[in-house]
């Protein structure tokens, strides 16, 4: 089946400027995280979605991002106002989450954002 | 303190050879542990996942876990140049949240 997908794969925006970042996760995978990754560093957890639970958004660095999971499946991760700190690679993963709590997560291709 | 801690490295072992690739963390109630292989430019994608105190192995890696040091290992052995990537570890926290640790560039050199 399919897997993880992101859109777009490449975002180029000017300082000031929203932008919006679509992740779809694996069909039936009720998990859903986004994680930042700037160049040569390693994963900046964001925020995550379980179910219909209430998001933790313990990771979101500022007021300026915020994300929805709609009907349980398609997330849209949104930043306001780009500034160039947030140029990094955005990646979305899901998985299936266990009794036992086990969650292999399975990520998408990412985005590629680069505030100018 | 970070949640999730690995030597940066470069680690570089030559082909044929054992690498070693360590990992801690701080969650004490942390129950699933993941090892992430990442190529340049390329996504996560999972290696090896371990619940349990000891041991696992598949093929020519090995997961280590040891919940009273709050350690996790990871050995490839007969290492080739194939393998050279970052390698992240990642813990499922008690609050079920997934942290990852920074990475360990691992190169093989032929």
């Known amino acids: 089946g399919a897997g993880v997908s992101q859109s777009p794969s490449n975002k180029v925006t000017e300082k000031g400027k929203d932008v919006e970042l679509r992740c779809d996760p694996i069909?039936?995978?009720?998990?859903l995280y986004w994680y930042r990754q700037s160049l040569g560093q390693g994963l900046e957890f964001l925020i995550y979605f379980q179910g219909n639970s209430a998001p933790d958004k313990s990771g979101l660095p500022s007021d300026r991002f915020s994300a929805e999971r709609t009907g349980g499946s398609v997330s849209t991760l949104t930043i306001q106002r780009t500034q160039q700190e947030d140029s990094a690679v955005y990646l979305c993963a899901s998985s299936v989450r266990t009794s036992g709590g086990a969650d292999t997560q399975y990520f998408g291709p990412g985005t590629r954002l680069t505030v100018l | 303190q970070k949640e999730v801690e690995q030597n940066s490295g470069p680690l570089s072992v030559p082909e044929g050879a054992i690498a070693s690739l360590n990992c801690t963390y701080s969650d004490r109630g942390s129950q699933s542990f993941f090892w992430y292989r990442q190529y340049s430019g390329k996504s996560p994608e999972l290696i090896m996942s371990i619940y349990s105190n000891g041991d696992k192995e598949d093929g020519r890696f090995t997961a280590q876990l040891n919940k009273a040091s709050q350690y996790v290992s990871l050995l490839i052995r007969d290492s080739q140049p194939s393998d050279s990537a970052t390698y992240l570890c990642a813990v499922n926290t008690n609050n079920n949240d997934m942290r990852f640790g920074a990475g360990t560039r691992l190169t093989v050199k032929p």
């Open positions: 069909s039936g995978h009720t998990a």
